[in-house]
């Protein structure tokens, strides 16, 4: 535990601390009559208040767009029931941000799907042909060294 008054370095250091409520009350209190007495903490802790502020603010955003890709992405494969679909159809409606990024979704969501399925093609076909030609070589190859020792062996009897 804080003992006294605490100086600028280490005010400095619990800052963000105070500023997300980490603190227990008798050192959140400590660093309180301390702000209040040292301008330049304050303005220090300000910045650190907005920052922190912000930084919340990003945080909400990012949390919603991922809850409305969710949404997307249960939509776009079919695992709503009426209810949630109706509710969803209703935000399309309502939020163009949700329509945009359905669009958005099902474009990307296309061209996943093509790029996919020429891959699957495209491996498929180079995959059998050289697996054909890889074949042919071994079998004449195997075809050769079955001549040879035939050969070999007709010389020897």
Do not use: W
């Not at 220090?44 to 991922?66: P, T």
């Not at 079955?146 to 010389?155: D, G, K, T």
Request: with cysteine; charged share 35%; net charge positive.
């Amino acid at each position: 535990m804080l003992k006294g008054n605490l100086t600028c370095t280490i005010i400095g250091k619990l800052l963000t601390h105070y500023v997300e409520d980490n603190l227990d009350d008798k050192c959140k209190n400590m660093v309180s009559i301390h702000l209040r007495n040292c301008p330049p903490c304050m303005e220090k802790y300000a910045v650190v208040k907005r920052l922190f502020s912000e930084a919340e603010k990003k945080r909400k955003i990012i949390k919603e767009k991922e809850r409305m890709q969710e949404e997307i992405s249960s939509y776009l494969d079919g695992e709503m029931n009426e209810k949630e679909i109706a509710d969803f159809e209703q935000k399309l409606i309502k939020k163009p941000e949700y329509d945009n990024n359905l669009v958005q979704t099902m474009k990307m969501k296309r061209i996943l799907n093509n790029s996919f399925y020429k891959t699957k093609y495209n491996l498929k076909t180079d995959v059998s042909t050289k697996v054909m030609e890889r074949l042919k070589k071994s079998r004449s190859i195997l075809s050769g060294i079955i001549n040879l020792f035939a050969y070999f062996f007709r010389q020897n009897s």
